[in-house]
């Protein structure tokens, strides 16, 4: 590899190398303020590398390898090379990772007390989240929330958000200029701009909290909570979950603990504003 980038993020540690500087340029920017690992041993590596040799120049595009690796998965045009990164290391740690139960949520904290949401894509969780972040919030992470089966403490997993569309635009409102990454125009999730968490939620990625609350946001709907019944929570996160099965009976006992102990709720909302208070008030009612 010609360039090579080491990031930890909460208790993951990341080797990237990449045959183009340009992917581990963006991704020293856009991590600029994270340690690297303690004794330089990655827990996952992850290679960027052209899908045939002259695709190194001709028309480059980045095939997504690493310890664990899609068959058949399709390359990016080197011009999105920082999602191929950041899909990379996703898919290090959800097919790796067997020391946490893995949820596919956000998750902020305060006073020690964890807020979990997850939903499908285009719900409204990772704006959300990077909202509460900049609302007195500790963003704990976006792309999953790390339970530990013995104790049921959520860790933080504080790696930036991908912000889609329309959602960029909403945060620039919210977020300094510098914190955010290149845009990626016309990628298969559409126009993405990374956002790099707020420097509290680097400090306190070491700090896990205990969930509190569950929610199940939808975004572009008039405003509405609901109750969500145990058994719909259970199969809801084990679809939510990429390790559930490979744990075993951890991953069962540790899903069955959090959804006997945090109590979940479904809400609605058109737009953040009305998010932001439904959380508070919903907060201020349950946790």
């Not at 340690?35 to 045939?52: A, C, S, Y």
């Not at 932001?276 to 919903?282: G, T």
């Amino acid at each position: 590899m010609k360039r090579v980038f080491s990031v930890k993020v909460g208790p993951v540690a990341f080797r990237v190398g990449s045959i183009w500087s340009a992917p581990v340029d963006a991704l020293e920017r856009l991590y600029a303020g994270y340690p690297k690992p303690e004794d330089g041993i990655p827990d996952f590596t992850v290679r960027l590398e052209p899908e045939r040799p002259w695709r190194r120049w001709l028309r480059p595009s980045v095939a997504i390898r690493g310890d664990y690796m899609l068959p058949g998965a399709v390359p990016v045009s080197l011009a999105h090379g920082l999602l191929a990164a950041e899909m990379a290391m996703n898919l290090q740690v959800a097919m790796g990772e067997r020391r946490f139960l893995l949820l596919h949520a956000s998750s902020v904290e305060r006073d020690g007390k964890v807020l979990l949401m997850t939903g499908e894509s285009g719900s409204g969780k990772s704006t959300l989240s990077a909202l509460l972040g900049e609302k007195g919030w500790r963003f704990m992470g976006d792309e999953f929330a790390l339970i530990d089966p013995e104790t049921g403490l959520a860790f933080p997993f504080p790696r930036p958000v991908s912000l889609k569309n329309e959602a960029v635009a909403e945060m620039q409102r919210h977020a300094a200029a510098e914190r955010f990454g290149p845009e990626l125009k016309g990628t298969p999730k559409g126009d993405l701009r990374h956002l790099a968490p707020p420097e509290s939620a680097i400090a306190g990625m070491d700090i896990p909290g205990r969930p509190v609350l569950l929610l199940f946001p939808k975004f572009g709907l008039p405003r509405d909570v609901r109750p969500v019944p145990e058994s719909e929570v259970f199969v809801r996160l084990t679809q939510a979950s990429t390790n559930y099965t490979a744990l075993g009976e951890r991953g069962f006992d540790a899903l069955t603990s959090l959804v006997k102990a945090v109590p979940a709720r479904a809400i609605d909302y058109p737009d953040t504003a009305t998010a932001l208070d439904l959380v508070e008030s919903l907060w201020s009612e349950l946790a």
